[in-house]
């Protein structure tokens, strides 16, 4: 319940929560300070809650899931000096994936002892290196910032803001918001030129073997109908990039493939028959191996192809999803692709991905879940050798029901993640799948998820190994150190939290558990164990 307040009242706190809480805000994940308390109180007073976290990175993976399902910022909070320099790697991340974010931190004093250093350090400057931008909050300043910090965390393309706010300048008295100055940001685009449609124009004509690469800037302009409309109408298959998974609903026979995850060799193979590539809010960001393919680009997106990784023959610039409506109109013929290559293709995929063997191979684990649970179930995965796995093997029906960090690739995203898409939607299945790599890194979050009563499975992958790292120095010819190491016991573990527990060795057991766990619809934490070797990435 917001608590009202007098004009005489009204703290350069309350500005910021109250212009966030207007855009529609509902949680703030993070971990206090005493220099917090005035910002916490006041998205109280707002009735925001503040959701507490055990470490800072984790609210801000929780803030920038928020803002990625939501369209609304995501706020992260922490303390000035190491609360602030915790929160980095969470910010960097929703900095590389393109998650809008309004993260706060506090500051220093500005009437503090003159020379003192203590917990000092340039917020601004490094946050400036992680964020689309950081502003230091003053009492003369404070409506400008906080407006510019949602909409520069809004127009293409989106991330994350960051706003110090020194622990003297929050309590100091200002003018209380007007509703006016809460206007929603615009986040304008522009459209094609004519000269770049009547360019496309020729390609489409020319075309026999078209395909589609959809990634990030498709999914966040909502465009799943328009890419499978126009994959149909075109009869073009669409790759997805990880975080475009659900584009196309995965069972689709026009779905090619996840670039970048495991079988990548064979996506990439199949993709170099095409003779065009529309490339649908395809984002760099995701990318980290070569373009290794020769036909001409079609770019679409809401920004121009600035970082030239591919080279393109068109840009299309302007809202993904009404562009893509646009070349669907425009097709006058169909590709060449058969039923039979395009089936040989995804037969080909799973073989290698997915091996026969007599003991438990970890995309078993991931298929038996997928089988449990309803269509529209959500996923998220953690990095690592896991990532490449679940990346290509968890079928995705729907955009935004699946999510993982690329842009970053950070350990320790997966379950905070889950937990922010349990929050938005608790009637809706949603299972994290984690390495044991990742989750010992942020094992306290167990306790964050009981308090809050966020009922979701935690799938650990268990090999005691950092495989994918141990595999680049097998690659190298290296003596393998520093990538194997000894996991608790996840059964005591999972007691001390009160959680139900798991240990599955064979699908059977994997199969009751995943079946016992959704049913339950509770916290739970079942290890599956595996051997990293069996991992084919």
Request: charge should be negative; aromatic fraction near 6%; include cysteine.
């Amino acid at each position: 319940m917001a608590t009202t307040m007098t004009t005489s009242d009204t703290m350069v706190a309350d500005v910021i929560a109250q212009y966030l809480t207007r855009l529609g805000l509902r949680y703030v994940f993070g971990h206090p300070g005493g220099e917090t308390a005035h910002l916490i109180d006041a998205f109280r007073r707002a009735g925001v809650p503040f959701l507490l976290t055990h470490h800072e990175a984790t609210a801000a993976f929780m803030a920038a899931a928020y803002g990625d399902l939501t369209g609304i910022p995501g706020v992260c909070l922490a303390t000035l000096g190491p609360g602030a320099t915790n929160m980095v790697t969470g910010v960097a991340n929703a900095y590389l994936d393109r998650s809008p974010v309004v993260a706060l931190t506090a500051q220093l004093s500005l009437n503090g002892p003159k020379g003192a250093t203590h917990q000092l350090l340039d917020l601004n400057q490094l946050y400036g290196a992680v964020a689309k931008g950081s502003r230091l909050v003053t009492a003369e300043n404070v409506y400008a910032a906080v407006r510019e910090a949602t909409a520069v965390a809004l127009e293409e393309r989106p991330g994350p803001f960051h706003l110090a706010v020194p622990s003297d300048v929050a309590a100091i008295k200002v003018t209380p918001l007007a509703h006016s100055d809460t206007a929603a940001p615009t986040n304008s685009v522009p459209s094609p030129s004519p000269q770049a449609l009547a360019k496309m124009d020729a390609l489409l004509a020319r075309s026999s073997r078209p395909a589609i690469i959809a990634g990030l800037g498709a999914l966040r302009s909502q465009a799943q109908d328009a890419v499978t409309n126009l994959a149909h109408r075109w009869r073009a298959p669409v790759a997805v990039t990880p975080k475009g998974k659900g584009l196309i609903p995965e069972d689709d026979p026009l779905f090619a493939g996840a670039i970048e995850m495991a079988g990548n060799d064979i996506v990439v193979g199949f993709l170099q028959r095409a003779d065009l590539i529309l490339a649908a809010g395809l984002d760099v960001a995701e990318m980290d191996k070569p373009w290794l393919l020769g036909a001409p680009v079609i770019h679409l997106d809401t920004v121009p192809n600035r970082e030239g990784y591919y080279p393109t023959e068109v840009e299309l610039c302007g809202n993904v999803r009404p562009l893509l409506n646009q070349v669907t109109e425009r097709v006058s013929r169909q590709g060449a692709w058969t039923d039979e290559e395009l089936a040989q293709h995804r037969a080909r995929l799973r073989d290698y991905v997915c091996p026969p063997s007599a003991r438990l191979q970890p995309y078993q684990v991931v298929e038996t879940f997928r089988e449990a649970m309803g269509r529209e179930a959500m996923a998220t995965c953690d990095v690592g050798a896991n990532k490449f796995l679940v990346g290509q093997v968890w079928k995705t029906y729907r955009a935004g029901t699946f999510m993982m960090s690329n842009g970053l690739s950070s350990m320790g995203y997966s379950i905070p993640t889950a937990a922010t898409m349990k929050l938005l939607n608790p009637q809706r299945q949603v299972v994290a799948f984690v390495g044991d790599g990742g989750l010992s890194m942020y094992l306290g979050e167990l306790e964050t998820l009981k308090r809050l009563q966020i009922g979701l499975p935690i799938v650990v992958l268990v090999d005691n190994s950092l495989e994918l790292i141990r595999r680049s120095q097998e690659r190298r010819g290296y003596v393998e150190i520093g990538t194997t190491f000894t996991n608790p016991d996840f059964g005591l573990l999972a007691r001390s939290f009160g959680l139900p527990y798991y240990q599955v060795t064979n699908v059977d057991e994997c199969r009751r558990a995943a079946e016992e766990v959704i049913q339950a619809n509770r916290l739970s934490l079942i290890a599956a164990e595996i051997d990293g070797h069996d991992y084919h990435l």
